[in-house]
């Protein structure tokens, strides 16, 4: 299993990025999939997810509304949408797949920075 994440920056509060997971090594289309991050000093924290379907995506509160989860099966990648960052949206980002077995599996994760 694979997972290489893509498109972290660094951004101005109010801006946007897309991050980007392209996973192998696994059937994509039938895995569940989740974002996470985790800032300095804090532990990693479930972001969004998404189902097999891609109907009723998981946010956590602090992203509702700004963040939008969505995958593309035919290019096994799952994408989070991030508009409207803050300052605490900083962490490195990582995807990971569902289930009781493919969750051991971490990408390197993609750092994101909101600073002014």
């Known amino acids: 299993v694979q997972l290489v994440e893509s498109g972290g920056g660094l951004v101005q509060p109010g801006g946007s990025l897309r991050l980007s997971c392209e996973a192998s090594g696994f059937t994509f289309s039938r895995s569940g999939m989740s974002w996470y991050r985790q800032a300095p000093g804090k532990e990693r924290e479930l972001v969004a997810d998404i189902s097999i379907g891609g109907a009723s995506p998981y946010y956590a509160d602090f992203v509702q509304g700004r963040f939008t989860i969505s995958r593309d099966n035919a290019k096994n990648t799952v994408y989070l949408q991030m508009n409207n960052l803050k300052l605490e949206d900083t962490a490195v980002y990582y995807c990971?797949?569902?289930?009781?077995?493919?969750?051991?599996?971490w990408g390197q994760g993609t750092q994101v920075t909101v600073s002014s």
């Open positions: 990971r797949p569902n289930g009781a077995i493919l969750r051991k599996y």
